[in-house]
Protein backbone atom coordinates (compact mmCIF):
# COMPACT_ATOMS: atom_id res chain seq x y z
CA UNK A 1 0.00 0.00 0.00
CA UNK A 2 0.71 3.96 -0.05
CA UNK A 3 2.46 5.70 2.18
CA UNK A 4 0.60 9.14 1.70
CA UNK A 5 2.62 11.45 4.39
CA UNK A 6 5.82 10.21 2.50
CA UNK A 7 3.88 10.95 -0.84
CA UNK A 8 2.58 14.07 0.40
CA UNK A 9 6.17 14.58 1.43
CA UNK A 10 7.79 13.85 -2.04
CA UNK A 11 5.43 15.99 -4.18
CA UNK A 12 6.06 19.67 -2.31
CA UNK A 13 2.42 19.56 -0.80
CA UNK A 14 1.76 21.65 2.30
CA UNK A 15 -0.18 19.00 3.95
CA UNK A 16 -0.14 18.65 7.86
CA UNK A 17 0.77 14.94 8.50
CA UNK A 18 -2.40 14.99 10.67
CA UNK A 19 -4.67 15.83 7.91
CA UNK A 20 -2.87 13.12 5.75
CA UNK A 21 -3.04 10.38 8.61
CA UNK A 22 -7.16 11.42 8.88
CA UNK A 23 -7.99 10.95 4.96
CA UNK A 24 -5.09 8.01 4.66
CA UNK A 25 -7.40 5.51 5.18
CA UNK A 26 -10.29 6.87 2.65
CA UNK A 27 -7.26 7.01 -0.08
CA UNK A 28 -6.40 3.54 0.70
CA UNK A 29 -10.00 2.58 -0.18
CA UNK A 30 -10.27 3.97 -3.42
CA UNK A 31 -6.03 2.72 -4.29
CA UNK A 32 -7.42 -0.93 -3.33
CA UNK A 33 -10.94 -0.20 -5.24
CA UNK A 34 -9.27 0.87 -8.20
CA UNK A 35 -6.35 -0.74 -8.59
CA UNK A 36 -8.12 -3.99 -9.88
CA UNK A 37 -9.70 -1.62 -12.73
CA UNK A 38 -5.49 -1.18 -14.01
CA UNK A 39 -4.94 -4.44 -14.71
CA UNK A 40 -8.43 -4.30 -17.13
CA UNK A 41 -6.61 -1.29 -19.03
CA UNK A 42 -5.75 -2.00 -22.23
CA UNK A 43 -1.86 -1.35 -23.12
CA UNK A 44 -2.79 -0.57 -26.82
CA UNK A 45 -5.20 2.05 -26.00
CA UNK A 46 -4.17 6.29 -26.37
CA UNK A 47 -2.58 7.88 -23.50
CA UNK A 48 -4.40 10.64 -21.19
CA UNK A 49 -3.24 13.67 -21.53
CA UNK A 50 -2.44 15.03 -17.96
CA UNK A 51 -1.87 18.93 -17.46
CA UNK A 52 0.93 20.21 -14.62
CA UNK A 53 -0.35 21.63 -11.50
CA UNK A 54 0.23 25.19 -12.73
CA UNK A 55 -1.16 24.57 -16.03
CA UNK A 56 -4.42 23.80 -14.88
CA UNK A 57 -4.33 26.64 -12.28
CA UNK A 58 -2.95 29.01 -14.97
CA UNK A 59 0.20 30.00 -13.64
Same mark, same amino acid.
Given at each position: ?14 I???A? #???? $?? @? =?? %? *? #???? $?? @? =?? %? *?F??? $?????? *????L??
Amino acid at each position: MTDWIALARARGLDIPEQAV #ERIA $PS @L =AS %L *E #EGFR $PL @L =AK %L *EFSGE $PAITLS *ESAVLAK
